[in-house]
């Protein structure tokens, strides 16, 4: 008997907008972005969540608020 789990990650962005700031390592407009992720185990949906992700236009790197 085989027994196989079937786990999928997908992520989509819903929004874009334009952040303050400029990028620390090449001074680049920051973007805003809103992304649903959705957790899948056989084709079943069993978590979704949707974050905030910032990301230099320039460079595209991501970049993490520090509180």
Same mark, same amino acid.
């Given at each position: 008997?085989?027994?196989?789990?079937?786990?999928? =990650? =997908? =992520?989509?962005?819903?929004?874009?907008?334009?952040?303050?700031?400029?990028?620390?390592?090449?001074?680049?407009?920051?973007?805003?972005?809103?992304?649903?992720?959705?957790?899948? %185990?056989?084709?079943?949906?069993?978590?979704?969540?949707?974050?905030?992700?910032?990301?230099?236009?320039?460079?595209?790197?991501? %970049?993490?608020?520090?509180?």
């Amino acid at each position: 008997m085989c027994l196989v789990f079937v786990c999928d =990650e =997908e =992520e989509r962005v819903l929004s874009r907008q334009v952040a303050p700031g400029a990028c620390p390592y090449c001074g680049g407009m920051i973007q805003a972005m809103d992304v649903e992720s959705q957790w899948r %185990l056989c084709f079943l949906p069993l978590y979704w969540k949707t974050k905030r992700k910032f990301y230099c236009s320039v460079c595209s790197r991501r %970049l993490v608020l520090q509180y």
